[in-house]
């Protein structure tokens, strides 16, 4: 699989060249989105967050929520406007919107936020904000938006919008999360530029992984090895389950089961595969697993708001 994780490794150095970098975006009812992180958020389980800053000469609605947007096909080769009038962008919405709002940045924790960030974000809003013609700004809101863990990898962008869900206020640009999972290749969502990139790690992943049942089947021949002979199909593989029964292969299969209580011994080793999975830090390098999904999902909304003016 080292030669999986090398693929992902290269297309993602390829795509830090052609990817967008824009971290400011402008909406048309003159508010700023500021995003503070590059076009690549890493997976970090539970603690998997992306920062964003609004500015306005006029602070948002009380009531105003916050969207994570998957991009599709349509809107991936589209664009985000097109692709959503050809109905790319329905059903791809998961709702951010922080679940805590405190007084300032330094009230939220280090695992949300570390210090460095925290600097940081202030260094940007600073620099931006400094010019003449943008001091009629202020900032509103500084969100820590957390990326559930259901969210997947892919590209995305975080959409502000009034409460009604509908009516977008402002958006940020598209970025990538990502994994080190083998599914982490997203030709999903990918425009152009990046499509060759994606669907060459998608396809080292794929090699890998049929690499390795090609390895499971032949260790054990009789096990729908049928489907892996070049011109078979159902004739190659009546004659395996002919031989399969000639070599009195069910009934063995049934006599081993039961003397070695085969059954029993796989739902204990589920058991323990279970707890080993809970102990085994995954996260630590960046591997989604349908446990964090499960886990993530019974701690509900997360996130930190931090409102400037008042609304």
Not at 29 to 34: F, K, Q, S
Not at 73 to 79: A, K, S
Not at 171 to 178: C, E, P, V
């Amino acid at each position: 699989m080292n030669v999986a994780s090398s693929a992902i490794n290269s297309a993602l150095w390829v795509l830090r060249g052609i990817h967008d970098d824009t971290r400011i975006t402008h909406s048309r009812a003159g508010h700023v989105c500021i995003r503070h992180a590059s076009p690549f958020v890493f997976y970090n389980r539970f603690n998997t967050t992306l920062t964003l800053s609004l500015l306005s000469t006029t602070p948002f609605p009380k009531d105003r929520r916050i969207f994570l947007q998957k991009r599709g096909f349509r809107t991936g080769l589209l664009g985000w406007t097109v692709g959503a009038l050809l109905g790319g962008t329905i059903g791809k919405d998961i709702e951010i919107t922080p679940a805590q709002t405190v007084a300032s940045l330094a009230e939220i924790p280090q695992t949300s936020l570390s210090s460095s960030a925290r600097t940081t974000i202030e260094a940007e809003v600073k620099t931006y904000t400094s010019s003449q013609d943008k001091r009629a700004l202020s900032l509103q809101e500084t969100n820590v938006c957390h990326i559930p863990c259901s969210s997947g990898d892919g590209y995305f962008r975080i959409r502000i919008t009034a409460a009604n869900g509908v009516q977008q206020l402002a958006a940020t640009s598209t970025f990538r999360i990502l994994s080190s999972s083998l599914n982490t290749a997203s030709p999903r969502g990918a425009n152009l530029y990046q499509l060759p990139v994606e669907f060459a790690a998608y396809t080292t992943v794929k090699s890998a992984q049929v690499s390795a049942w090609g390895f499971f089947y032949a260790c054990f021949p009789f096990l729908k090895l049928g489907s892996l002979i070049p011109g078979g199909g159902a004739v190659s593989q009546q004659m395996l389950n002919t031989l399969w029964r000639w070599a009195g292969g069910q009934a063995y299969l049934e006599e081993k089961r039961e003397v070695f209580k085969v059954d029993e011994t796989l739902a204990k080793a589920g058991e323990v595969r279970d707890r080993v999975d809970r102990a085994i830090p995954w996260s630590a390098v960046g591997v989604r697993r349908a446990f964090d999904v499960e886990e993530d999902r019974k701690l509900g909304r997360q996130g930190y708001a931090v409102r400037y003016a008042a609304v």
